[in-house]
């Protein structure tokens, strides 16, 4: 499962300001830890945030009295504006997503969630050894007609009742299958759980069939919620099932982690089962099928319909079967001398291989880094419509959602291929290997987010793969500011509680701290004896630290006490000292961490000593609240680097002198060594002086994100004697970094810091970058300079009608528009209906509404609010259009106030008129929404 959005150009959310507000503490409970922005407001993951948000915050919603209702509107324009903040914000020129290693800790220790319980692993009465599906499907009605022939056995004990998790189901019938007869079995279904009495006492490994005729109605289950990780539990979807939304495809796909799968068949909801499966699929004839395993047989019915049939012969978990159906083009690929094939929209066809292409390489990669082949029949990708999360693992069939398909030149911004390498990687941890609990969920999801670093390092080099180490750690930090919890960890209320930063980022930096204490051989090793012991079975954490020890022969209890079954992280403070007498240099190291709460760590630890040109390495270990360390030196060292693998997750203070930071990005071999000396060295340099050149010098380093981490600090330079030698080298990086980003933010210091018509010729020349992102930004920056040249080539753009460019548009009239473009954005609005872009659509539209006029069009736009808010899925794009709609009602009641009545009647009336049509349809919307999470925004619960 991967939620995570990672974007380069993101922001941060700022907790000084947060604080402010009366629901501070939740919401750094839940804040993400770097923000997902892109230039076009793409906002594809963290929908529960603005849900966590108003619920907290109470929205008074809108009643009889106008005044009244415009002040309680006022909640909902507040909630809107935070929530657009932390989800949908424009990054440009003036924001930056650099976080500083040395990030201080904000101490909040709330307390414990009330009423935790305790998740002990489901014990195994009977194993699920073979599920076999019949499925065919009722568009209209939204159901799953099925047929379930289960094979299981007893355990160990004798049973004579079977417990099976069936959510929302009409059971039609239950049988015994005796060879080629059947026997009907007394059952009772009642609270999503179906009890079967069989028809003897069966002993130990003595295997039995069960038949379960059954409906599934998932849009009548009454129980629908969702979470961070997964916004929805409904298990099977119907998207557009009616065909009513001409710009988007019919289609039927399934999620069933954690526990959603028994939403369309009956099963034993539990990770610790595993289970062999055949799923026969019946569909109309133009449809694709997608499950899990391989296509064993495809026959036409007489009644126009195909039914496909799936069967995977190797044993998964029951939350990893699958289905996906709708029209898609397949891309076929192979892998040695399996398929491997990619199931797109048509229109993304031509571009699947940029966008999956490199799956092959990863499998290749992964078996023999692992010395597991891939295990799997088949490798399939599909990307869906409206999915619930970022991606599932579901075996050999992996579901994205419709983020993945970009064109040409989107690749250019985001590629998002470590989702890619962390779902492939899921393949090993996750599916062939599988946590016997959710408490143990790290061990899938840390070893996939461990997966992408691997990825990242072998086909781009470990200063990339650093990059986003760091990254992960930072996000982590963030949320450790208001959660800090075992990685392993039995007391929560939800398992989607495990789905959070500590299990993907925190548990990824453990492991890479981990490979780092044993060296790579022995990593790997031990990676490779986990895997084959455990194979097709379920594990908890002790198992892979049996691993690991039989592997390296040591006792490695210490490491997974303090890392996996404890909460917290280092917080270091480290400084450093000469003895020219003793020819002596020392380091001392605090451990500052709440050591009431966060363990007293053992930590082995490698330290650089840079003396006379040369360097040497030492191992120091680390057990104590102070310790100084000793080092006998010839000369005074020019540098310790303290944790030179800078392999420790936690916080550090290090007390280099300014020589010292700048012997650390000139000679440091890591790109964190270079990030953390310019980090410090950026914030006060002086023109003129060894610290300002080092800046300069970072503007050319082969590290895109320290030439970033540059461009934010240069700003100095461009009011200096050396302005125009820093001017030609934003321009050389404007037009010729590889890193779009970069392209887009030295565009933003050219525009602020220098004028001219050469500047204007540049933003022109950059409206037709191959990047999206910078010709977005080259095109906001004209307008603010030239705004008939900007105008005039939006104008020229508003036949296009890809999504990326139409935002591009929209976004420019949201600021800049007026009543000559209602038609135009009427008709954009109508368009491209997708679920993850949109959030940012709807709200630029509700800022283009204000600055227009023309009544009619004006009403035109407030019905298509309407009908977004009533019909939009997911549900998150339905309250934005609440949003949006509340937004113009305080606005429209504004301009009716602050127009004088006497001379101007046409224009109060007319905006009296667009209130109330707004209110009606806000009250609409509010009572006929369905979803629960909705229904307590717009009821006030």
């Given at each position: 499962m991967h939620w995570r959005h990672r974007k380069e150009k993101s922001c941060a959310v700022n907790v000084e300001f947060i604080l402010h507000f009366k629901f501070t503490l939740h919401l750094l409970w839940i804040v993400p830890s770097n923000l997902a922005c892109s230039s076009n407001f793409h906002f594809f993951l963290r929908p529960q945030l603005i849900y966590e948000i108003t619920v907290f915050n109470k929205i008074i919603t809108t009643t009889f009295d106008r005044s009244i209702s415009l002040m309680k509107n006022s909640y909902l324009v507040l909630i809107g504006c935070i929530a657009f903040c932390l989800i949908a914000c424009k990054s440009t020129k003036n924001s930056s997503n650099i976080v500083h290693r040395e990030l201080p800790v904000i101490t909040i220790k709330p307390e414990p969630f009330p009423n935790e319980k305790y998740h002990a692993s489901n014990s195994i009465l009977h194993e699920l050894m073979d599920t076999k599906l019949e499925v065919s499907f009722d568009w209209q009605k939204q159901y799953l007609y099925g047929k379930a022939t289960l094979t299981l056995r007893p355990h160990f004990y004798d049973q004579t009742v079977l417990w099976l998790d069936a959510r929302g189901m009409e059971i039609n019938s239950v049988q015994l299958i005796l060879g080629d007869d059947s026997i009907p079995l007394f059952y009772n279904y009642a609270n999503d759980s179906l009890k079967i009495t069989l028809n003897k006492t069966y002993k130990a490994l003595e295997q039995y069939r069960i038949y379960i005729n059954y409906i599934s109605k998932p849009e009548e289950l009454k129980d629908v919620n969702g979470s961070d990780a997964i916004n929805s539990n409904k298990g099977l979807f119907f998207i557009n099932p009616l065909g009513e939304e001409k710009d988007k495809p019919m289609q039927i796909w399934t999620q069933g982690e954690t526990q959603s799968n028994s939403v369309w068949f009956p099963t034993i909801n539990s990770p610790n089962q595993k289970m062999t499966q055949e799923i026969s699929i019946t569909i109309d004839t133009a449809f694709t099928t997608l499950s899990n395993g391989l296509l064993i047989k495809s026959k036409f019915n007489r009644d126009g319909t195909r039914t496909d049939i799936w069967k995977q012969i190797l044993p998964?978990?029951?939350?990893?079967?699958?289905?996906?159906?709708?029209?898609?083009?397949?891309?076929?690929?192979?892998?040695?001398?399996?398929?491997?094939?990619?199931?797109?929209?048509?229109?993304?066809?031509?571009?699947?291989?940029?966008?999956?292409?490199?799956?092959?390489?990863?499998?290749?990669?992964?078996?023999?880094?692992?010395?597991?082949?891939?295990?799997?029949?088949?490798?399939?990708?599909?990307?869906?419509?409206?999915?619930?999360?970022?991606?599932?693992?579901?075996?050999?069939?992996?579901?994205?959602?419709?983020?993945?398909?970009?064109?040409?030149?989107?690749?250019?911004?985001?590629?998002?291929?470590?989702?890619?390498?962390?779902?492939?990687?899921?393949?090993?941890?996750?599916?062939?290997?599988?946590?016997?609990?959710?408490?143990?969920?790290?061990?899938?999801?840390?070893?996939?987010?461990?997966?992408?670093?691997?990825?990242?390092?072998?086909?781009?080099?470990?200063?990339?793969?650093?990059?986003?180490?760091?990254?992960?750690?930072?996000?982590?930090?963030?949320?450790?500011?208001?959660?800090?919890?075992?990685?392993?960890?039995?007391?929560?209320?939800?398992?989607?509680?495990?789905?959070?930063?500590?299990?993907?980022?925190?548990?990824?930096?453990?492991?890479?701290?981990?490979?780092?204490?044993?060296?790579?051989?022995?990593?790997?090793?031990?990676?490779?004896?986990?895997?084959?012991?455990?194979?097709?079975?379920?594990?908890?954490?002790?198992?892979?630290?049996?691993?690991?020890e039989e592997v390296t022969g040591e006792d490695l209890n210490w490491f997974f006490n303090e890392w996996f079954f404890n909460k917290g992280h280092l917080q270091l403070d480290i400084s450093y000292n000469w003895s020219q007498e003793k020819k002596e240099a020392s380091v001392t190291v605090l451990q500052q961490q709440d050591l009431q709460n966060t363990p007293l760590y053992h930590i082995p630890v490698d330290v650089d000593i840079y003396e006379n040109g040369k360097k040497r390495r030492e191992r120091i270990i680390i057990t104590a609240a102070k310790e100084i360390f000793t080092f006998k030196c010839d000369l005074k060292p020019e540098l310790i680097n303290f944790d030179a693998e800078k392999m420790i997750l936690g916080v550090k203070t290090d007390h280099h002198t300014e020589e010292e930071w700048m012997e650390l990005f000139n000679n440091g071999l890591l790109y964190l060594d270079r990030f953390e000396a310019l980090q410090h060295i950026g914030k006060l340099y002086t023109i003129g002086t060894p610290q300002a050149m080092i800046v300069k010098k970072a503007l050319r380093d082969k590290n895109w994100k320290i030439r970033n981490i540059a461009l934010h600090n240069i700003v100095?330079?461009?009011?200096?004697?050396?302005?125009?030698?820093?001017?030609?080298?934003?321009?050389?990086?404007?037009?010729?970094?590889?890193?779009?980003?970069?392209?887009?933010?030295?565009?933003?210091?050219?525009?602020?810091?220098?004028?001219?018509?050469?500047?204007?010729?540049?933003?022109?020349?950059?409206?037709?970058?191959?990047?999206?992102?910078?010709?977005?930004?080259?095109?906001?920056?004209?307008?603010?300079?030239?705004?008939?040249?900007?105008?005039?080539?939006?104008?020229?753009?508003?036949?296009?009608?890809?999504?990326?460019?139409?935002?591009?548009?929209?976004?420019?009239?949201?600021?800049?528009?007026?009543?000559?473009?209602?038609?135009?954005?009427?008709?954009?609005?109508?368009?491209?209906?997708?679920?993850?872009?949109?959030?940012?659509?709807?709200?630029?539209?509700?800022?283009?509404?204000?600055?227009?006029?023309?009544?009619?069009?004006?009403?035109?736009?407030?019905?298509?609010?309407?009908?977004?808010?009533?019909?939009?899925?997911?549900?998150?794009?339905?309250?934005?259009?609440?949003?949006?709609?509340?937004?113009?009602?305080?606005?429209?009641?504004?301009?009716?106030?602050?127009?004088?009545?006497?001379?101007?009647?046409?224009?109060?009336?007319?905006?009296?008129?667009?209130?109330?049509?707004?209110?009606?349809?806000?009250?609409?919307?509010?009572?006929?929404?369905?979803?629960?999470?909705?229904?307590?925004?717009?009821?006030?619960?």
């Open positions: 998964h978990a029951p939350y990893l079967a699958m289905m996906a159906i709708g029209k898609f083009a397949i891309v076929k690929d192979h892998w040695r001398n399996k398929e491997v094939n990619y199931y797109v929209e048509p229109q993304y066809k031509n571009v699947a291989r940029k966008i999956f292409g490199k799956t092959p390489e990863m499998m290749d990669f992964f078996s023999n880094k692992l010395k597991v082949d891939y295990p799997w029949d088949k490798y399939s990708e599909v990307v869906v419509r409206d999915y619930v999360s970022g991606a599932m693992e579901n075996t050999s069939a992996t579901i994205f959602g419709e983020f993945m398909q970009r064109d040409d030149r989107e690749l250019i911004d985001e590629n998002y291929e470590e989702y890619v390498a962390h779902e492939l990687f899921h393949h090993w941890f996750g599916d062939l290997v599988t946590c016997e609990s959710w408490s143990n969920t790290p061990l899938n999801e840390s070893f996939a987010t461990l997966g992408e670093y691997l990825w990242n390092e072998h086909e781009y080099g470990r200063d990339y793969a650093d990059i986003y180490l760091q990254k992960d750690m930072n996000d982590y930090l963030r949320e450790s500011r208001g959660k800090q919890v075992d990685l392993i960890r039995y007391y929560y209320n939800s398992d989607e509680e495990m789905f959070d930063r500590h299990s993907y980022e925190k548990g990824g930096c453990i492991l890479n701290m981990l490979r780092r204490y044993v060296g790579d051989d022995a990593f790997f090793t031990s990676l490779h004896n986990y895997l084959e012991t455990n194979k097709f079975k379920t594990v908890e954490a002790h198992q892979l630290r049996l691993a690991f100095a330079f461009t009011h200096s004697s050396e302005a125009i030698e820093i001017k030609d080298q934003l321009i050389t990086i404007s037009k010729n970094d590889v890193k779009s980003s970069n392209r887009s933010y030295a565009l933003g210091i050219l525009a602020d810091n220098y004028s001219g018509n050469d500047m204007i010729e540049l933003l022109k020349i950059k409206l037709n970058d191959s990047s999206y992102d910078v010709a977005e930004t080259a095109v906001q920056l004209l307008m603010e300079k030239d705004s008939i040249s900007g105008l005039l080539y939006i104008k020229n753009l508003e036949k296009d009608t890809s999504f990326p460019i139409m935002d591009i548009v929209t976004g420019i009239y949201a600021k800049y528009g007026n009543d000559a473009q209602l038609k135009y954005m009427n008709l954009a609005f109508s368009k491209n209906k997708t679920s993850g872009r949109r959030y940012t659509r709807i709200q630029n539209f509700a800022k283009f509404l204000m600055r227009c006029n023309e009544q009619q069009g004006i009403e035109e736009g407030l019905f298509l609010l309407r009908e977004e808010g009533k019909n939009a899925s997911p549900w998150y794009n339905r309250l934005a259009a609440a949003q949006a709609l509340s937004d113009l009602i305080s606005k429209f009641y504004d301009r009716e106030r602050t127009t004088d009545p006497v001379n101007d009647p046409k224009t109060v009336s007319k905006f009296t008129s667009l209130q109330i049509i707004a209110e009606k349809y806000l009250d609409e919307l509010k009572n006929s929404e369905s979803d629960n999470k909705l229904k307590k925004i717009y009821n006030n619960k």
